[in-house]
């Protein structure tokens, strides 16, 4: 059964930066491209950023110029560098494969306030 853990959330400042982690168990990621999403309440989950088996990233508008998506195959960990952070950044952020995803994990709440 595959599990994913996401970590690394808090508060934070706005201008600052947080840095989260995603460990996946019960399968290796090596060929899977994968994904930050994230959930603010009342709003639908939405992709953050992708990373693919190769290394190739895409980021959405809200996240370029200020996210870095990477991952750690042998590690089987992906991780989100946030900076610049925004109030409207704060929500629930979620790790996934993009297609054909595995069950949600918890997420790790971001909030982003003065």
């Known amino acids: 059964q595959v599990q994913l853990v996401e970590s690394g959330g808090g508060l934070a400042q706005p201008g600052g930066s947080l840095r989260l982690s995603c460990t996946v168990s019960?399968?290796?990621?090596?060929?899977?491209?994968m994904g930050w999403y994230r959930q603010a309440p009342g709003q639908k989950r939405e992709l953050v950023a992708q990373?693919?088996?190769?290394?190739?990233?895409v980021y959405q508008e809200i996240a370029k110029g200020r996210f870095t998506i990477s991952r750690d195959n042998a590690q089987k960990m992906v991780y989100l560098e946030m900076t610049n952070l925004k109030p409207e950044d704060t929500a629930k952020y979620y790790c996934?494969?993009?297609?054909?995803?595995?069950?949600w994990g918890q997420g790790t709440q971001v909030t982003v306030a003065s």
């Open positions: 019960g399968t290796t990621i090596n060929v899977y491209t």
């Open positions: 990373v693919s088996s190769s290394g190739t990233t």
């Open positions: 996934n494969r993009l297609v054909a995803s595995w069950d």
